[in-house]
């Protein structure tokens, strides 16, 4: 089936797939297998040449696994795509299949801790420096640039601020300059926006979050060229093994079907609590993309079909504020992650950002105060009903 002019709608269901040849089942199978058959000697040593595909291990290549890939590439406007055990499995597989020791990297200042971590960290010990700039500004990472610059690593929108990046700009710099350039989109999804239609070269996705979106299942994708992916699968992924189990890509083959639908209902009512946030005396100010006051409104016009299902704000009285906060809500639930048909709510500072210096999370945006909100998909008066009796609470 050609789905190259399908729609989002269309492809989240039907990319990828074809009736399994045997049984002639629409639902695609669930391959268990670790080894596969190769067939006569001849057809065995084409495989291993390169000559043929085939399965050989599942470390190598499973079809459950590699029908998500293909599904999440047409979803991504991408040549190829290739499954991880996790989202740090995705980022960590395409930042090595790029840099060496000695080579420097340009990377957003607000992301995602682990992925700061990674940076700051395990990289520095391997002799790979990066520098975080302020990446709202196309210009900061511009004047970062030096003659080992090998990767620029962006966010957008970014976790936990929801600061964009100007991905055509960037994009044009990078290229220009010879860099390959990485953006996550687990926030946005391809639903909302597709990184690689602006000339971004690679993307990766907690496929564990909006992808999966019923908390039931862990797994990453890194989305790019055919070169690329390939490089990928042959080099730091086989050895380093942060494979997708089988099991885990069929329950996220299961949710990208439903991927668009629910994305409308992340948007819809993360625009409507970011609206009645941000009218809330006790609240000092609202992140949202979609919001007006946003100060990169403008840009997410632009280049976001719709804002995603994430919301921060700042509370008076910082952290004392937001313990309250917590522990008063009672449908919204106190976790991390983010994606989940449920809502999701975390105070930063003393939970997913407490790996970083204070410091360094005051210099990612995330203030004592901050509260991040992963909107569910329940009815949105009910959401705004809880928040509002725990803001309440004295």
């Given at each position: 089936?050609?789905?190259?002019?399908?729609?989002?709608?269309?492809?989240?269901?039907?990319?990828?797939?074809?009736?399994?040849?045997?049984?002639?089942?629409?639902?695609?199978?669930?391959?268990?297998?670790?080894?596969?058959?190769?067939?006569?000697?001849?057809?065995?040593?084409?495989?291993?040449?390169?000559?043929?595909?085939?399965?050989?291990?599942?470390?190598?290549?499973?079809?459950?696994?590699?029908?998500?890939?293909?599904?999440?590439?047409?979803?991504?406007?991408?040549?190829?795509?290739?499954a991880t055990a996790s989202g740090m499995a995705a980022i960590s597989t395409a930042i090595l299949n790029i840099v060496r020791a000695g080579d420097h990297v340009i990377a957003a200042q607000a992301i995602?801790?682990?992925?700061?971590?990674?940076?700051?960290?395990?990289?520095?010990?391997?002799?790979?420096?990066?520098?975080?700039?302020?990446?709202?500004?196309?210009?900061?990472?511009?004047?970062?640039?030096?003659?080992?610059?090998?990767?620029?690593?962006?966010?957008?929108?970014?976790?936990?601020?929801?600061?964009?990046?100007?991905?055509?700009?960037?994009?044009?710099?990078?290229?220009?300059?010879?860099?390959?350039?990485?953006?996550?989109?687990?926030?946005?999804?391809?639903?909302?926006?597709?990184?690689?239609?602006?000339?971004?070269?690679?993307?990766?996705?907690?496929?564990?979050?909006?992808f999966g979106g019923h908390g039931d299942a862990v797994g990453g994708v890194i989305v790019g060229s055919r070169e690329f992916i390939k490089q990928c699968a042959n080099e730091p992924l086989r050895f380093?093994?942060?494979?997708?189990?089988?099991?885990?890509?069929?329950?996220?083959?299961?949710?990208?079907?439903?991927?668009?639908?629910?994305?409308?209902?992340?948007?819809?009512?993360?625009?409507?609590?970011?609206?009645?946030?941000?009218?809330?005396?006790?609240?000092?100010?609202?992140?949202?993309?979609?919001?007006?006051?946003?100060?990169?409104?403008?840009?997410?016009?632009?280049?976001?079909?719709?804002?995603?299902?994430?919301?921060?704000?700042?509370?008076?009285?910082?952290?004392?504020?937001?313990?309250?906060?917590?522990?008063?809500?009672?449908?919204?639930?106190?976790?991390?992650?983010?994606?989940?048909?449920?809502?999701?709510?975390?105070?930063?500072?003393?939970?997913?950002?407490?790996?970083?210096?204070?410091?360094?999370?005051?210099?990612?945006?995330?203030?004592?105060?901050?509260?991040?909100?992963?909107?569910?998909?329940?009815?949105?008066?009910?959401?705004?009903?809880?928040?509002?009796?725990?803001?309440?609470?004295k």
């Open positions: 089936m050609d789905t190259t002019r399908m729609g989002i709608h269309t492809l989240a269901i039907h990319a990828g797939e074809a009736p399994d040849p045997t049984t002639g089942a629409l639902v695609p199978p669930l391959h268990l297998a670790n080894t596969f058959f190769l067939g006569s000697a001849e057809d065995g040593a084409a495989i291993f040449a390169g000559e043929k595909d085939g399965f050989v291990y599942s470390r190598w290549g499973n079809p459950t696994v590699a029908l998500l890939e293909k599904r999440i590439a047409a979803l991504e406007h991408a040549p190829a795509a290739l995602y801790p682990s992925t700061y971590h990674l940076f700051a960290n395990e990289l520095r010990a391997l002799g790979i420096e990066t520098t975080f700039v302020d990446a709202t500004d196309p210009q900061n990472i511009a004047r970062a640039i030096v003659p080992n610059t090998k990767l620029i690593y962006l966010e957008s929108p970014g976790n936990p601020i929801l600061a964009l990046c100007d991905l055509r700009a960037i994009a044009t710099i990078a290229r220009d300059a010879k860099i390959i350039s990485i953006t996550d989109n687990t926030f946005a999804t391809p639903i909302n926006q597709q990184p690689l239609d602006f000339g971004i070269d690679v993307v990766v996705h907690s496929a564990t979050k909006y380093f093994g942060g494979i997708l189990s089988p099991f885990n890509a069929y329950l996220i083959l299961r949710g990208i079907q439903t991927l668009p639908l629910r994305m409308e209902r992340h948007n819809a009512n993360a625009r409507a609590i970011a609206q009645f946030l941000q009218t809330h005396r006790a609240v000092e100010w609202v992140a949202y993309p979609g919001l007006p006051s946003h100060p990169q409104y403008a840009l997410a016009q632009k280049q976001m079909r719709g804002f995603g299902g994430m919301v921060c704000f700042e509370l008076k009285g910082g952290i004392n504020s937001g313990a309250r906060l917590m522990n008063a809500v009672k449908l919204c639930s106190l976790a991390v992650s983010l994606g989940d048909t449920r809502t999701l709510i975390v105070h930063p500072a003393s939970t997913t950002h407490s790996v970083v210096t204070r410091a360094e999370r005051i210099a990612q945006g995330v203030s004592d105060g901050l509260v991040r909100l992963s909107v569910g998909l329940e009815d949105v008066e009910d959401i705004i009903a809880d928040l509002e009796r725990g803001l309440e609470k």
